[in-house]
């Protein structure tokens, strides 16, 4: 069965980290994170291939990190210096020949 299941999310204050994690049940080359705050489209935060290769948005470049550990099929999103524009859920995605797979969300809210 797929799954991509999410941990990590949570309440802390403006300039504070958070380390979110996804597990999946399956080896694919691409994954990556979204997110979706209220009343937003989903967009792209960071995504990983399994060689490492990384992309990130903009607005996280800097203070988001990407990671994988490919033994574990787990992918990792280090976010530190917070900011109160960065709330919102967080989705883990695969990327495979077949779809995409997403996880099912974590909240992360960052307060001011």
């Known amino acids: 069965q797929v799954q991509l299941v999410e941990s990590g999310g949570g309440l802390v204050q403006a300039g504070g980290s958070l380390r979110l994690s996804c597990a999946a049940s399956?080896?694919?080359?691409?994954m990556a994170w979204y997110r979706q705050a209220p009343r937003k489209q989903r967009e792209l935060v960071a995504r990983?291939?399994?060689?490492?290769?990384?992309d990130y948005a903009d607005s996280v470049k800097g203070r988001f990190t990407i990671s994988r550990d490919n033994s574990k099929n787990t992918v990792f999103l280090q976010m530190n210096t917070l900011k109160p524009e960065d709330t919102a859920v967080y989705y883990c995605?695969?990327?495979?020949?077949?779809?995409?797979?997403w996880g099912q969300g974590t909240q992360v809210t960052v307060s001011s």
């Open positions: 399956f080896s694919t080359n691409i």
């Open positions: 990983i291939t399994r060689g490492g290769s990384t």
């Open positions: 995605n695969a990327a495979t020949s077949g779809g995409d797979y």
